[in-house]
């Protein structure tokens, strides 16, 4: 065994950070005052996607050495290290943080390259045999706490999300050095504001729009519910006030109740844009009793039967 059952398992790797784009460069980047909180924030949220948890892997240094991006990462929990190897392995982490640089940075591409080092180790060599990246983690301990100003980072990070009450009104405590336009403050409209993440059942999830995905899940699954969603959805949304659930009813009636559902979620993704995220919608499911939906739509279970 790799640990024994009274000591924690901990372990420790190096993840390098590359962009292949020459315009794009992550060290210098992150060296910027401005830019730096907004990289780090993308870094913690992929971190965050690739573990399920914000507390799955913790960020001890980020290294800055041209051409690369390094951070020093620590794991404290087997569970979670596999998790986050099959999320590196299949290219979960690299795509969640390419969308997160994109989002926080207001750049339409960021091409990254990455590389997973422990010791000396070269784990992208070895990432099908899971269990011997592990032992490779495993046997190399942290050598140091973590930097200051990854500590203060991550106050002010917390600072800016707070959790959002479920009917999405959203409290953002001001924060100047990671103010970004991802995240107007309050005082710039009543219109509602996409949060970064959101709790379910205790978990935390990065925030993200609806996709085609969603839309087609939802509609084949909320069944006869989907004028009640509907009615939740509509407390934030113009495009969804009376009588535009009932005329949906009518006119896609003979359709059948996936057409309808469907049409009802097109009305609220067309009107609604970049804010029809999966949290406005988790919350409405969530409203109406519907769990086993909102935990397919976040993949926390395989197929149910809804009928």
């Given at each position: 065994k790799m640990a024994g059952s009274s000591a924690p398992w901990i372990g420790s790797a190096y993840l390098f950070?590359?962009?292949t784009c020459k315009t794009i460069v992550l060290p210098s980047l992150y060296e910027s005052s401005q830019k730096k909180p907004s990289v780090f924030k993308a870094l913690k949220l992929a971190l965050a996607d690739s573990t399920g948890s914000m507390n799955g892997v913790d960020m001890l240094k980020v290294h800055c050495s041209h051409p690369h991006l390094i951070v020093q990462l620590k794991f404290c929990k087997q569970e979670n290290c596999r998790r986050f190897l099959r999320s590196y392995r299949e290219g979960v982490l690299q795509e969640s943080?390419?969308?997160?640089l994109q989002l926080f940075l207001a750049i339409t591409t960021v091409p990254l390259e990455m590389e997973l080092k422990a010791g000396n180790e070269?784990?992208?060599?070895?990432?099908?045999?899971?269990?011997?990246?592990?032992?490779?983690?495993?046997?190399?301990?942290?050598?140091?706490?973590?930097?200051e100003e990854i500590t203060e980072l991550e106050e002010c990070l917390k600072s800016l999300i707070v959790h959002q009450s479920f009917?999405?009104?959203?409290?953002?405590?001001?924060?100047?050095?990671?103010?970004?336009?991802?995240?107007?403050h309050p005082s710039q409209g009543r219109s509602v504001v996409p949060q970064v993440t959101f709790i379910f059942q205790g978990q935390q999830f990065a925030n993200r729009t609806l996709t085609?995905?969603?839309?087609?899940?939802?509609?084949?699954?909320?069944?006869?519910?989907?004028?009640?969603?509907g009615r939740?959805?509509?407390?934030?949304?113009?495009?969804?006030?009376?009588?535009?659930?009932?005329?949906?009813?009518?006119?896609?009636?003979?359709?059948?109740?996936?057409e309808q559902a469907y049409q009802l979620l097109l009305r609220?993704?067309?009107?609604?844009?970049?804010k029809a995220t999966i949290a406005r919608l988790i919350a409405a499911l969530e409203e109406n009793g519907l769990i086993s939906l909102a935990e397919e739509l976040l993949g926390l279970h395989s197929n149910e039967d809804y009928s």
């Open positions: 950070l590359q962009s943080l390419k969308n997160h070269h784990l992208d060599n070895m990432l099908k045999d899971e269990d011997r990246c592990l032992e490779c983690i495993y046997r190399e301990k942290p050598d140091r706490l973590r930097d009917n999405n009104n959203i409290a953002v405590k001001d924060c100047t050095s990671l103010n970004s336009p991802s995240l107007p085609a995905d969603d839309h087609q899940k939802f509609a084949k699954l909320v069944s006869k519910k989907w004028k009640q969603v939740s959805l509509q407390k934030n949304c113009r495009a969804l006030r009376d009588p535009v659930i009932d005329n949906l009813a009518l006119e896609y009636d003979r359709e059948g109740l996936y609220f993704i067309q009107s609604e844009g970049k």
